[in-house]
């Protein structure tokens, strides 16, 4: 897991720890010690943590303007256990929100579980982005399989092109705006 790092081709865009709006901002990177792990096996320190056990991020991209942030995942999504949405949604995804944030792209190819509980703090961060929209963009097959058997996939948009965007070949605007035309399409604006 180790050998998993995040994204690093968009920070010459963005970096969370620049970003006086983020949750993350001022942190410091020790990319010498590994100290987060994840069942014992540590992870790349370029992770953040969100509260969980379980599950970490990076925020790659956020555009304040145009409200929408573009999140990698890596780890165990646990409901069921570890409450992993909640840490998610009180600790990053409220903080982003009152900056404007209301639509968010989530990168789950790293996720590489899911065990769910009920579909409450889902729903609650769906009601929360109103005219926005939350999009989880390849995700393993068995993950979203998992997701929609607790109702997960009536909050966050899954399927079609959402399943195998070749993300990193874009850039952050443009990743957006292809994400923010398949949303149009399916919401029929």
């Not at 987060?36 to 014992?40: F, K, N, R």
């Not at 555009?63 to 942030?69: R, V």
């Not at 968010?104 to 609650?124: Q, V």
């Given at each position: 897991m180790h050998h998993i790092e995040p994204y690093y081709s968009w920070l010459k865009y963005y970096d969370s720890s620049d970003d006086e709006l983020s949750p993350f901002h001022g942190k410091d990177y020790n990319y010498e010690l590994y100290t987060?792990?994840?069942?014992?096996y540590y992870i790349?320190?370029?992770?953040?943590?969100?509260?969980?056990e379980t599950l970490y991020i990076k925020i790659l991209y956020a555009?304040?303007?145009?409200?929408?942030?573009i999140i990698?995942?890596?780890?165990?999504?646990n409901d069921a256990l570890h409450n992993d949405i909640m840490h998610l949604k009180r600790n990053i995804l409220e903080h982003m929100m009152l900056q404007g944030i209301d639509k968010?792209?989530?990168?789950?190819?790293?996720?590489?579980?899911?065990?769910?509980?009920?579909?409450?703090?889902?729903?609650?961060w769906f009601d929360d982005v109103e005219d926005g929209w939350i999009v989880g963009l390849n995700f393993r097959d068995f993950v979203t399989e998992e997701m929609q058997q607790f109702?997960?996939?009536?909050?966050?948009?899954?399927?079609?092109?959402f399943d195998t965007m070749d993300w990193r070949t874009f850039k952050p605007k443009t990743l957006y705006?292809?994400?923010?035309?398949?949303?149009?399409?399916?919401l029929g604006f």
């Open positions: 987060d792990t994840i069942y014992g790349d320190p370029a992770w953040d943590a969100i509260g969980s555009h304040y303007d145009e409200g929408f942030a990698e995942l890596i780890g165990e999504w968010f792209i989530l990168l789950g190819e790293n996720i590489l579980n899911f065990h769910g509980s009920d579909d409450s703090y889902y729903e609650e109702n997960i996939d009536s909050y966050i948009n899954f399927g079609g092109q705006a292809k994400v923010a035309t398949q949303m149009q399409r399916r």
